[in-house]
């Protein structure tokens, strides 16, 4: 029985709800990748107020980008057996407890327990469990709804990446980690009030959907997600996108503002502004053309994906390589644009070769390989800027993104129909 149906057939579950939910779930999401921003925004008041080299901060940011990669395929099966809710929050408390401590950091030790262990292991547990949450309540509208959620990814990352510049310029960097984790803490508060118990939803209407409820064993998730080889073409793929996307957000509000001369919080702004804000465009765009055109053609989210980052890497390169402050901002929209496009089928597409009670340990895998491919990423552009400059090594991240668009096409071509499951189209 498909997600919908249960939710229709249930009483208890008002249409409005599963927006209160999105809502709830953005809110919490916002709060998540500002508080992965907040560093790179801080970043240039860190490194002179604590005396740290370039290769440092980055290896803070590999630190923990390896942190989060190693933990979510736990966070994953965690999503599937437990209550989601609950995971979710205990999430939320765990990376704002860890934001919250980092500002009380004085040396490279305590910014890699506080900030690449606590809020790592925190970040780790919320995304499988939130995005298997969003299935469970949405169906035929799913990449529209995970895309509104990730709308909570950009605007976080800009808006909290430019209040935590402007709190750090103004009352020092230190202001920026409480500020973030004190609302994060409140905001876990405010989830524990108003989410249902998601488990007792999925089972109260009829024994097929109790068993979606029930506690998965581990042995049955591995071998009911490992044996997909789409699985490991689509997070081989996103790996490529998380090594440029996490080099990205570290070292690109500095790069503005060392090249251009920018204030912190106007290159915190500008680096991540003019990107996410045309991302917000792409990532509608492609869900909507996604949606529409699945019921007559099912491979069409890994063709989404496939243009997304191929169209993506022309921009990149651009960005890196602009000598004025406009054409580097055009660089920036364009990439952005085409970013949203790729993610906002990301894991929908996934969802299309993994069944619905294996889906959270599915996300978990998934962010795993990626993260943890990704997670050089820092570090080498930490080690290339003052080697080569920032310039170099930022535009050759779009040679990642045609590799990806290609990894994504072969598993168009190769494996995508044999491992199809088409549960929510029934």
Known sequence: MATDEIVRRNPLISPGYRWEMIALLWGAFFLNQGDRQVFGSVLPLVRDALGLSDVQLGLVVTVFTVFYGILVPVAGYAGDAFQKRWVVAISLLTFSVGTLLTGGATGLVMLLVFRSIATGAGEAFYYPAANSLIGQYHCRNRA????????????????????????GQTYGWRASFFTFGVAGIVWCGLVLLRFRNDRADASAETDAAAKVSQRPPLGEVLRNTLSKPTLYLLSLAFGGMVFVHVGFVT??????????????????????????????????????????????????????????????????CLMGGANTLWLACFGLAGFGFFRGVYDSNL??????????????SATGIMLSIAFVIGSLSPLLLGWIKPAVGLSAGIASLGAVYVMSALVVLAAKKRFFEKDYCGTDLA
Do not use: C
């Open 251 to 316: 070292w690109m509000p500095t790069f503005l503002y060392e090249k251009f001369h920018l204030t912190l919080a106007g290159a915190s702004l500008s680096s991540m502004l003019w990107h996410h804000a045309a991302a917000y465009v792409g990532v509608l765009i492609g869900a909507r053309v996604a949606d529409r055109l699945v019921p007559r053609r099912k491979q069409a989210r890994l063709e989404v994906e496939f243009v997304g980052l191929l169209l993506g890497a022309p921009f990149i």
């Open 144 to 167: 529209t709804a995970m895309a509104i959620h990730q709308t909570a990814n950009y605007t976080g990352i800009v808006l909290g990446g430019w209040l935590a510049a402007l709190i």
């Open 347 to 360: 894991f929908a597409a996934l969802f299309d070769v993994i069944e619905p009670k294996y889906r959270a």
